[in-house]
């Protein structure tokens, strides 16, 4: 397998790069700062780029009449125009972006669950809604990995946003380099990894990158990327796991003693019972892998789609139902 794309992501400046949240502190993430050693960051805070000083007093969704306005409470200051401003100024600058993590709940930066006032005044929240620059991002960006800390710390979607960040990496090298052979060995590397996200989308995108019609280029990559995309936004199934896994069984059943058979369909019957995680039944057939040197499973990256040492086993205990 080659050597991983080092991806681009815009981060949270608060999330351990600069003490610039309203109470001039940080909030350090484990999880953002190892990830430093394997991306490229671009740090943002919207607030202090508004001109909101470190420490200031908070600022807060208002709903006003139906219209959600961005409002430092303590002094009735009204943001809204200039976050506005800022954010489509600073996001329209992005040239190449492959994902976000952004400061969870904050008006802001908060992708969802933030909370918005009835009023300026101490009152309850009332609703919930997404930050304003957050919300844009989302809005802008859904084809890309966007998160925030908070949601990181759940193992599924810890592995679904590392495992599309790295993906859409390497789709945007191969973009910027077009090539049909590039686009082919793009598919086949990772056919067992677009089979376990969506066997639909992986199904037309061969036929996209086998180009049997000689379509331009350009047109084969401009159909091919909006597919790659939508099959790479949904965590996948463990159920979807357990058929590439099966799949991938398939190449090995006739070298295997009845015995070898049996621990490994135990083992995907223990991931299926969610009483060991996807890396034992994975690492079984990987040592299938070296041990028959089979050359086209080698290049899956369905067996490693990011740098093994942004492994972590460490989960919030929200499980695989957690979205």
Not at 15 to 36: D, H, I, M
Not at 78 to 93: A, R
Not at 122 to 128: L, N, S, Y
């Amino acid at each position: 397998m080659d050597k991983f794309v080092r991806p681009e992501v815009v981060v949270s400046r608060c999330l351990g790069f600069e003490s610039c949240r309203y109470n001039a502190q940080t909030v350090p993430s484990k999880f953002v700062s190892t990830l430093g050693n394997f991306v490229n960051y671009t740090t943002v805070c919207p607030e202090v780029e508004i001109g909101l000083g470190v420490p200031r007093s908070p600022i807060r969704l208002i709903d006003m009449g139906g219209a959600i306005r961005l409002i430092q409470p303590s002094t009735g200051l009204d943001v809204t125009e200039k976050m506005n401003t800022y954010t489509s100024s600073f996001l329209s600058s992005l040239k190449n972006v492959d994902g976000f993590i952004l400061k969870a709940l904050s008006p802001s930066c908060g992708i969802k669950d933030v909370k918005v006032y009835p009023g300026v005044g101490k009152v309850m929240a009332t609703g919930k809604d997404s930050g304003i620059f957050g919300g844009e991002v989302v809005a802008r960006f859904a084809h890309l990995p966007v998160e925030d800390e908070g949601r990181l710390t759940n193992f599924v979607l810890r592995e679904h946003f590392l495992t599309t960040l790295f993906t859409v990496a390497r789709f945007r090298e191969l973009n910027m380099n077009r090539s049909i052979k590039g686009l082919v060995d793009f598919q086949s590397d990772n056919k067992l990894l677009f089979m376990s996200y969506n066997q639909n989308e992986m199904r037309t995108m061969g036929r996209i990158a086998g180009n049997l019609e000689k379509k331009d280029l350009d047109e084969v990559f401009d159909r091919y990327a909006p597919h790659f995309y939508r099959a790479m936004s949904t965590p996948p199934k463990h159920t979807s796991h357990i058929n590439v896994l099966m799949h991938g069984l398939g190449y090995f059943s006739r070298y295997l003693s009845s015995s070898e058979r049996k621990f490994f369909l135990d083992s995907l019957e223990r991931y299926r019972q969610a009483k060991i995680p996807l890396s034992v039944p994975l690492h079984i057939l990987k040592s299938y892998v070296v041990a028959f040197e089979n050359e086209y499973l080698a290049r899956q990256t369905f067996f490693e789609p990011y740098p093994e040492e942004l492994v972590e086993i460490s989960d919030s205990g929200k499980g695989r139902a957690s979205k």
